[in-house]
C-alpha cells in the first residue's frame, strides 16, 4: 500500500475527531474525540516515519501518546472534580471559570 | 494480503472513530474507541512500527482506557441530552443556535477541515508519498523494533525522554491535587485554598508538599 492510503485515513480519522469536539456536549466524550485528534496525527507521524526509513517521527508518535496520557489524566481529574461539586456535566453550560 | 489487511483495519480505525462521534452513551463510545486504537495498531504494524503498536495497545487500549472506564462508571455515564433540560439550557438555546444547526455547524466545518487536510497530503509534490516507502530489511535491529527506537531514545532523543517523564509527574500531581479528597470538596476548603480552613499558616514545606496531594502523613491523619 502506498504511504498516501494511509495520510488519507489519518486526515480522515483527524477530521471526525475536530467534528466531535465541535458537537459533543458530555467532557468525556470531548476528552474522546481529542484522543482521536491525536491518534490521526500520530497515524500521519509514523507514515511520513516509513516513507523516509527515518525513526524519528516514530519516538515524536510516543511522546504524543504520553501528551494524550497527561491530557486524559488532568481532564478526568477536572471531570471527576466537577462531578464532585454537583455541578452538571455539560460543557454547555459550564461557562464560566470561576468557582 | 497487507492490502487487505490495510483495508480491514482502515475501515475498523474509521468505523471506530465514527462510533466515538455519533454514539450517545459515553460507555459505547469508550469501547468504539478501544477498537479504534486496536484498529490503528494493526496500521502501525502494516507501517513497520513495532514498539509504537505494543505500546499503543498496552499503554493506550489498556491502561488509558480503564481509566476512562472508571471514571465514566464514577461519574454515572449520563447521555447527552438533545434537548436541553435545565434552565440555563433552555436559556442558552434561546439565544443561540439549537442543537441540530451547531450539528450541521460542525459537520461542514468538519468537512471542510477534512477536504483541506486532503488537499494538503495527497496534492503535495512529494513523490515518495505515492510510493510504498522506504526500503525495509528485517533483523534484529531493523527499523521501528523496539532496539532501535530504544537507542534512539537513549541516545539523539534523550532530553525528549526526561521531559517527557518529568510531564507525566506532573499531571500526575495535578490529577491527585484536581480530584483529591472529598473532604474539600462541597465544603469550604478547595483548589489553593486551605483545605480545612482553620486558617493555617503556609510553610515552605507546603510548597514541596502541597495539602492534600495525598502524602503518607495525610493518610494516616498525622497531618491535618
Not at chain 1, 510516543?62 to 477536572?78: F, N, P, Q, S, Y
Not at chain 2, 499503543?56 to 447527552?80: I, K
Amino acid at each position: 500500500m502506498s504511504i498516501a492510503w494511509y495520510l488519507a485515513v489519518s486526515a480522515i480519522v483527524f477530521a471526525l475527531g475536530a467534528a466531535g469536539v465541535m458537537v459533543r456536549r458530555n467532557p468525556l466524550v470531548v476528552l474522546l474525540c481529542l484522543e482521536l485528534m491525536l491518534n490521526g496525527a500520530n497515524l500521519a507521524l509514523v507514515a511520513f516515519s516509513r516513507m523516509w526509513g527515518n525513526g524519528d517521527g516514530q519516538v515524536f508518535a510516543l511522546i504524543v501518546m504520553t501528551v494524550a496520557a497527561c491530557e486524559v489524566c488532568i481532564g478526568l481529574g477536572l471531570v471527576v472534580a466537577i462531578y464532585r461539586r454537583r455541578l452538571p456535566i455539560d460543557v454547555d453550560e459550564l461557562r464560566e471559570l470561576q468557582g | 494480503m497487507s492490502a487487505a489487511l490495510f483495508f480491514v483495519a482502515g475501515f475498523g480505525a474509521i468505523a471506530g472513530a465514527v462510533g466515538v462521534v455519533m454514539l450517545r452513551d459515553p460507555f459505547y463510545a469508550v469501547l468504539a474507541l478501544v477498537a479504534h486504537l486496536l484498529s490503528l495498531a494493526v496500521l502501525f504494524l502494516l507501517l513497520r512500527a513495532e514498539f509504537v503498536a505494543a505500546a499503543q495497545v498496552v499503554v493506550y487500549a489498556g491502561a488509558v482506557m480503564v481509566l476512562y472506564v472508571f471514571v465514566v462508571a464514577y461519574v454515572g455515564g449520563r447521555e447527552d441530552r438533545s434537548s436541553g433540560i435545565g434552565q440555563l439550557g433552555e436559556l442558552l438555546r434561546g439565544r443561540g443556535p439549537g442543537g441540530a444547526q451547531l450539528r450541521l455547524g460542525a459537520a461542514i466545518l468538519g468537512g471542510a477541515l477534512l477536504v483541506e487536510l486532503l488537499i494538503a497530503l495527497l496534492g503535495t509534490g512529494l513523490k515518495a508519498v505515492g510510493g510504498a516507502g522506504a526500503p525495509y530489511a528485517p533483523g534484529p535491529r531493523a527499523f521501528g523494533t523496539p532496539a532501535y527506537i530504544g537507542q534512539l531514545l537513549l541516545t539523539r532523543f534523550l532530553l525528549v525522554f526526561e521531559v517527557a517523564s518529568f510531564l507525566l509527574l506532573i499531571a500526575a500531581v495535578g490529577a491527585v491535587v484536581l480530584a483529591g479528597r472529598s473532604r474539600t470538596i462541597g465544603g469550604r476548603g478547595g483548589i489553593g485554598e486551605d483545605g480545612d480552613g482553620t486558617g493555617r499558616v503556609l510553610t515552605p514545606l507546603d510548597l514541596i508538599r502541597p495539602h492534600e496531594t495525598g502524602t503518607m502523613a495525610e493518610g494516616v491523619g498525622a497531618r491535618k
